[in-house]
């Protein structure tokens, strides 16, 4: 499984950004599409997460209410709108999937894809 993330970018404190992450590959097997991020000298944390079957999400308390997940079947694709940015939202976003039905423990996830930079101004 190959996980392509894009959508990153530079935008201002209260401004939007959406972020996708297309698979390919093998994909069938895969359970659970998540989101996480990382700042500089932290851990990487869950943000968010989709059940690629039934759609159910799953949401960090920080973004709740602010970021959407949704999957697009027919494309394979997984995105994550966010809104109301805050300056602590800057981190490398990557996109994660997993065979089994995990939902935020990153150590659990099989496919990884590249970060895509978000950058959040004050």
């Known amino acids: 499984v190959q996980l392509q993330a894009s959508g990153g970018g530079l935008v201002q404190a209260g401004g939007s950004l959406r972020l996708s992450c297309a698979a390919s590959?093998?994909?069938?097997?895969?359970?659970?599409r998540g989101w996480f991020r990382q700042a500089p000298g932290k851990e990487r944390e869950f943000v968010a997460a989709v059940t690629w079957s039934g759609g159910s999400t799953y949401y960090a308390d920080s973004v709740k209410g602010r970021f959407t997940i949704s999957r697009d079947n027919a494309k394979n694709t997984v995105n994550l709108q966010m809104n109301s940015l805050k300056p602590e939202d800057t981190a490398v976003y990557y996109c994660?999937?997993?065979?089994?039905?995990?939902?935020?423990?990153?150590?659990?996830?099989?496919?990884w894809g590249q970060g895509t930079l978000v950058t959040v101004s004050s």
């Open positions: 590959g093998r994909t069938f097997a895969t359970t659970v």
């Open positions: 994660a999937a997993a065979n089994s039905l995990v939902i935020g423990n990153h150590r659990r996830y099989d496919y």
